[in-house]
Every structure is written in C-alpha cells, then in structure tokens.
C-alpha cells in the first residue's frame, strides 16, 4: 500500500481536485516503480476525461496531458469511476490533506483512521456470503 498527501491550496473546483489526484497517484506510482497501476475516483467528467485518447479543450487539459504523458512508464494503466460510498479512504486522506501544508507520504503504513477503514473493507471482501 502506498497513499500521499500532496497540498493543493487556491484549487478551483473538485474537477480539478481530482484530475491532480490523477496526475500525484502517477507521479507516486512511478517513483515507488510499481508497473500496474489501477486508479480509481469518484469523479465521473475526470475519469471520461483521462481515458479520452482524444484532443482536450476542457480547463483541465494541461492535467490531463500530464496524465497522458506518463502513460508509457507503465506496463498496465486503468482508471476507474467507483461511487462515492466505494471511496471511503481516498476521502479520508483528502480530509487529512486539508489540514496539511506539507506533503506526507507513507509505504506499507497509513494514518491510523485510513488503515481502520482499509480494514473494515478487507472485512467485507473477506465475509462469508
């Protein structure tokens, strides 16, 4: 497991929000040299947006070209839309974020209240039918 706040003061929108969470996992992904990476957000318009191989006249394509652009360091690259309620832990270490100036980083390790909630999803994934 590997998770990161990276502070983003003065953003616009949640749009943009999220389309730097994009861009921040890759970045992550590719220092850690993980090769398969799944993405996955709430944020249906960036999802469509950084899955697009076409050309972006949104107020997020400078994002979304990063995104695009780093694409080749990867052997296995999706992005997904999962509901909010699927969301949980990526709305926890935004919560976390907000009250952050630095960046913080953590491999194999998480805020306790994201490893809790890490947890009760392992549960659930674990349960007996």
């Known amino acids: 497991m590997v998770a990161d706040i990276i502070p983003h003061h003065f953003v616009v929108n949640p749009e943009t929000a999220e389309a730097y969470v994009c861009v921040n996992?890759?970045?992550l992904a590719r220092d850690t040299r993980l090769l398969s990476v799944i993405i996955e957000g709430d944020a249906l318009?960036?999802?469509n947006m950084v899955n697009c191989s076409g050309i972006d006249q949104s107020s997020l394509r400078a994002l979304t070209k990063q995104v695009h652009d780093m694409r080749s360091f990867f052997s296995s690259l999706?992005?997904?839309y999962v509901g909010r309620s699927c969301n949980t832990i990526a709305h926890l270490l935004a919560r976390e974020g907000r009250s952050s100036f630095?960046?913080?980083f953590?491999?194999?390790e998480a805020p306790p209240i994201v490893e809790q909630a890490a947890l009760k999803d392992k549960w659930w994934?674990?349960?007996p039918i």
Do not use: G, H, K
Request: a negative charge.
């Open 102 to 104: 630095d960046p913080r």
């Open 25 to 27: 996992a890759l970045n």
């Open 106 to 108: 953590w491999i194999e």
């Open 125 to 127: 994934v674990n349960s």
């Open 78 to 80: 999706s992005f997904s």
């Open 45 to 47: 318009t960036v999802i």
